[in-house]
């Protein structure tokens, strides 16, 4: 069989900014029928326009990964616009300052529910149909810290580890059936992450970021080098597994 098949519908979730976005923009390039999902429809919206006008094939559906209901909209959405979903991009993530001691369980909750259960539930909407054409890929975004935690971002760094262990028994359990699941570990990347924190607490991640010795914070890389290994990841031919993906500034971190 092809590696690309003339079309293979995508689905990225978390399309509205930064690695989603341009991941989304990097497939529509590579030929893929676009579908973006994100609760901020309106910019996924001004997106889409952006690769319709470019040639691509674009369609936008809100999506909440945190909600089973939302997910099961989403898919049946998508399915009815694009048809079978051949590749599925678990990309929407949150990370929010803050130290351990003060967190909530409450909202160590609500991490884990967008960043690892978000994750599942994608895979619960997709992964049967695509287990029973017996072709797929589902690519899951973590993060450098999945390796190394880093302190005050609350519970991010074990959702990322969460997150790849839950993948890591996927990829396991997908064996022979035609179905990818691989990560891609972004390195610090410029986005809209961190737009919305109150100053102090982001100072505070940088500082103790740097401090810890992860990375000179203007060592950053720009969100279409992820979207390029996750196109790289999407187009490797049948039978070939590529994860995961360390994806870092060329400066040391
Ligand atoms: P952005 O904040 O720019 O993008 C986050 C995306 O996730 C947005 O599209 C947002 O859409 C979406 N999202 C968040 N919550 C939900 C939800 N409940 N349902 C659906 N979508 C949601 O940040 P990044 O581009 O940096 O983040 C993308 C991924 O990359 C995340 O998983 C992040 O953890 C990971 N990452 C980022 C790094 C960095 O340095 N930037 C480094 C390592 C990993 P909306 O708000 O519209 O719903």
Not at 95 to 111: F, H, M, N, R, W
Not at 221 to 234: H, K, Q, R
Request: hydrophobic content about 45%; charged content about 25%; proline content about 5%.
């Amino acid at each position: 069989k092809p590696a690309h098949p003339a079309r293979r519908p995508a689905v990225v979730a978390g399309a509205s900014s930064g690695i989603g976005a341009q991941t989304a923009k990097a497939l529509a390039a590579a030929g893929f029928p676009v579908a973006l999902g994100a609760r901020r429809v309106e910019r996924c919206e001004e997106l889409a326009t952006a690769i319709r006008e470019d040639g691509g094939e674009a369609f936008v559906h809100a999506l909440d990964v945190a909600s089973t209901e939302s997910v099961e909209r989403f898919a049946g959405a998508v399915a009815k616009e694009l048809g079978d979903v051949e590749v599925v991009v678990c990309n929407a993530g949150r990370l929010a300052p803050g130290s351990l001691l003060d967190a909530t369980t409450e909202q160590l909750v609500a991490e884990f529910d967008v960043n690892v259960l978000g994750a599942h539930r994608l895979l619960r909407a997709f992964g049967a149909g695509m287990v029973e054409r017996q072709r797929g890929d589902l690519v899951f975004v973590s993060s450098d810290t999945a390796l190394r935690a880093r302190p005050f971002m609350r519970g991010y760094s074990a959702t990322k580890s969460g997150l790849e262990g839950l993948v890591e028994a996927l990829r396991m359990e997908l064996e022979g059936s035609g179905v990818r699941a691989s990560v891609v570990r972004p390195g610090p990347t410029w986005s809209e992450m961190g737009s919305d924190w109150d100053a102090e607490a982001g100072a505070k991640v940088l500082t103790e970021w740097v401090r810890w010795g992860h990375a000179r914070h203007s060592h950053f890389l720009e969100a279409t080098a992820i979207a390029d290994a996750i196109v790289t990841v999407v187009c490797a031919p049948r039978g070939v597994h590529i994860s995961p993906v360390d994806v870092n500034p060329e400066a040391p971190v």
